[in-house]
């Protein structure tokens, strides 16, 4: 069973940084393609990054591209979700996702979760 444990959540001042892991772990025949999403309450969650199994290909949401870098390293199966300048509006809980094939930006084709990691920016 495969299963994605998700760290490094935390409180941030506006314009600073977190950095997002997420570890795959269990029986896996390949490498997943990965990606994130955050999610406010009362809001759907939304798609922010994902990358190809491989790593050859990376995509974000419009609002994080510039200050958002995702990237993996497949030997230690995690993913990273590098988050700079910071702003309130990104303030929520983040999702791990994985895919055998790839990611889609659709939350609802997303079968595989972290648990969620709370990142909240202060002014």
């Known amino acids: 069973q495969v299963q994605l444990l998700e760290s490094g959540g935390g409180l941030v001042q506006a314009g600073g940084s977190l950095r997002l892991s997420c570890t795959v772990s269990?029986?896996?025949?390949?490498?997943?393609?990965m990606g994130w999403f955050r999610q406010v309450p009362e809001k759907e969650r939304e798609f922010v990054a994902a990358?190809?199994?491989?790593?050859?290909?990376?995509y974000y949401r419009d609002s994080v591209k510039g200050r958002f870098t995702i990237s993996r390293d497949n030997a230690k199966n995690t993913v990273y979700l590098q988050m700079n300048s910071l702003k309130p509006e990104d303030t929520a809980v983040y999702y791990c996702?994985?895919?055998?094939?790839?990611?889609?930006?659709?939350?609802?084709?997303?079968?595989?979760w972290g648990q969620g990691a709370l990142v909240t920016v202060s002014l």
């Open positions: 269990g029986r896996t025949r390949r490498s997943y393609a």
């Open positions: 996702a994985a895919d055998p094939y790839d990611v889609s930006r659709d939350h609802g084709a997303v079968k595989l």
């Open positions: 990358i190809t199994w491989n790593g050859s290909g990376a």
